[in-house]
Structures are given as C-alpha cells and as structure tokens.
C-alpha cells in the first residue's frame, strides 16, 4: 500500500515562500506522475499542478507565476514551492499521485495524503 | 476553462437512504470524471473513475453514472460513515478542475 506523507512548515508570513515536501513510501516510478492540491473551506479543491518522474511539469494557469513543483527521485519525495503567498494561500496541501490509464487517456489522483494545513499570517 | 458545480450542500439524509449527489460540468467532458469522499484530518478517497468505474476496496453501495455534462454519484443506502464531503473531477482538459464539494450529513 503506497502512503504519501506531506510536511512542512504550518505557519508562513506574508510574501514569503511556502515550501512542502511530500514523502512517497514506494512505487515512486515513472509508472506515476506526482501532484498538489489544496482545500481551502470556502472554494473547495483547487489543483495546482504536478511533476512527471522526468521532471516535466503542468501547473495550473492560475498559479503557474509562483509555483515550481520538483522532484527528487533518490529521496521518494517531490516538492512545492509557492512563492509571495498572501492570506488567501491558507489552505490544506495535498499531494497525490497521479494514475494515466493508457488507453483510453483517462486519469485520478489516488492515493492522497492526508494533508498539512498552512497559514499565511503575519 | 471547465467549472464544475455540484449539488447544494449541506445535504442531509437518513441512515438508510438512498443518496444521489449530481455534478455538472460547463462543457462536454465526455466520462472524464472522477469522484471522491473526504473527511477532515484524512487523506480524500477515490471513490469513481471515468465516471461510472469503482475503485477496488470500495464499497458496492457507491456507484457512478453520467456522460457529457451531467454525473451522479449515488449511494445506495446511506451508512453512517459515509458522512464526509464529496467532490467531483473533471480531466478531460488542463485545467483540471474540482466541484465545490457537498457535505452529506445525517438527518
């Protein structure tokens, strides 16, 4: 059973960078590509992008200026970085794996961790 | 980009009850959908994929239906740890997109 494991700092100021590692405890191959999600109570699920096992990246439009996700395969962990966060970057972070099924393109997260709650605050 | 909207929330039911959870999606996605349940303090389950496929380990009470722009995510008789809020995927086009979420809780 593959766990995912977030960590990282709860607690982020305002206009700094937000960094999270995600620790996988097995079948971290290229079978998988590798992803952040946050919930934030008020909008619900927002996907924030994610990092194939060669390094390539998708990043959602809406964040693609701030966010870097990176991987590194000797450790089993792969990374967020989101930079100048603000108030409304408070929100439990995700991360997932990633499953393509081949022949028909279609595509879930699964498993999850549990997730980190990190707040932007002064 | 795709909005995905879901039924309103909270929506509650009784032990039992047969629950049907609708999402709507802003354009064609096809039966690229998927469905999960989470709780708070847990990782989110997936539940469905490709709209109507169970994923393995999960109970048969769950079922998923629907194609183009309308899906439901219907359970069959309500148990008491199926409480938790449940949220619809769309992958057919980057950005992937999330519903908002319905809470389900007991009546």
């Known amino acids: 059973q593959v766990l995912l494991q977030e960590s990282g700092p709860g607690l982020v100021r305002p206009s700094e960078t937000l960094s999270l590692t995600c620790t996988v405890s097995s079948e971290f191959n290229n079978n998988y590509y590798w992803g952040w999600i946050r919930q934030t109570p008020g909008t619900g699920l927002e996907w924030i992008g994610y990092v194939f096992y060669n390094g390539d990246t998708n990043y959602n439009p809406s964040l693609k200026s701030r966010v870097t996700i990176s991987l590194d395969t000797s450790k089993n962990q792969f990374y967020l970085s989101l930079k100048s966060v603000t108030s409304a970057d408070t929100a439990t972070y995700h991360c997932?794996?990633?499953?393509?099924?081949?022949?028909?393109?279609?595509?879930?997260?699964?498993?999850w961790g549990q997730g980190i709650l990190v707040t932007v605050s002064s | 980009d795709i909005q995905m909207t879901q039924s309103q929330s909270p929506l509650s039911a009784s032990v039992g009850d047969r629950v049907s959870i609708t999402c709507r999606a802003s354009?064609?996605?096809?039966?690229?959908l998927n469905w999960y349940q989470h709780k708070p303090g847990k990782a989110p389950k997936l539940l469905i994929y490709?709209?109507?496929n169970l994923q393995s380990g999960v109970p048969s009470r769950f079922s998923g239906s629907g194609s183009g722009t309308e899906f439901t995510l219907t359970i069959s008789s309500l148990q008491p740890e199926d409480i938790a809020t449940y949220s619809c995927?769309?992958?057919?086009?980057?950005?992937?997109?999330f519903g908002q979420g319905t809470k389900l809780d007991i009546k």
């Open positions: 490709a709209a109507s």
């Open positions: 995927q769309q992958i057919y086009s980057s950005p992937q997109s």
């Open positions: 354009e064609n996605i096809d039966t690229y």
């Open positions: 997932a794996r990633g499953v393509t099924e081949i022949a028909t393109s279609q595509s879930w997260f699964d498993p």
